[in-house]
């Protein structure tokens, strides 16, 4: 039972490098969201997809792209990382139904450090 | 937009002792689903106990139930029996009825002392 799976886990960019963070569910869930993560700030959402062939933005989109590549899977796009971007991330995803709210699932997080 | 407030950013507890973290949201919705999750050193991503706003009955999940106050907008996480492998960093979140979205709050790490 994978769930969630984002990969790397670990990354190290020089700034103006690209990179794509890609992360794949086998739950059949339709939404998918990305998130990063910063000391002291929880959870901010930069993009997330309700359903496939969706995207919208979240609170910090700025610097990132996201491809909905198929319902199973979710990148998230670093074109020309800069030292800001320095985070983990996460990737999550969740069931969508009219009248449950269900919590998500979370990949196990990449570490980047963009120098 | 919803707001999510952790006021104790780290907290300890002796094991076997209770511990209490807090929480406190703002929203104008009568339609959410309130939620905490607990982060390991592992950084993996668990969810500890969910809360319907609808449901005045407190949720409870073995050694963590919580105290859901819908009228002070508050939502502490109770751990009894506190056990080593309960220190991790502890989020608050909330999740819209209407939306996609949660809101996390900036989290409480806890130390569980031996």
């Known amino acids: 039972n994978a769930g969630v799976t984002q990969t790397p886990k670990f990354q190290v960019l020089k700034t103006g490098q690209s990179m794509t963070l890609q992360c794949a569910q086998d739950?059949?869930?339709?939404?998918m969201y990305w998130y990063r993560q910063d000391p002291g700030m929880g959870l901010r959402l930069i993009y997330y997809?309700?359903?496939?062939?969706?995207?919208d933005k979240g609170e910090v989109p700025n610097g990132y792209n996201v491809s909905r590549l198929n319902k199973r899977e979710f990148s998230l796009r670093l074109e020309s990382a800069a030292p800001s971007q320095t985070s983990v991330y996460f990737c999550?995803?969740?069931?969508?139904?009219?009248?449950?709210?269900?919590?998500?699932?979370f990949g196990s997080g990449t570490r980047l450090t963009v120098v | 937009a919803q707001t999510v407030t952790q006021s104790q950013p780290e907290m300890s507890v002796q094991e076997a002792e209770t511990v209490t973290l807090s929480c406190t949201y703002d929203t104008s919705e009568s339609d959410y689903y309130l939620f905490w999750y607990k982060q390991p050193p592992s950084r993996q991503m668990i969810l500890v106990i969910r809360q319907e706003a609808y449901k005045q009955q407190n949720a409870t999940e073995n050694r963590f139930s919580v105290n859901f106050q819908k009228a002070a907008k508050s939502f502490s996480l109770k751990i009894s029996d506190s056990q080593l492998g309960d220190a991790a960093m502890y989020f608050c979140?909330?999740?819209?009825?209407?939306?996609?979205?949660?809101?996390f709050g900036p989290g409480t790490r806890l130390s569980v002392l031996p």
């Open positions: 979140a909330y999740r819209s009825g209407y939306g996609q979205n949660f809101v």
């Open positions: 999550a995803s969740s069931e969508a139904r009219p009248t449950v709210v269900y919590g998500y699932t």
């Open positions: 739950m059949n869930h339709n939404s």
């Open positions: 997809s309700a359903s496939e062939g969706t995207t």
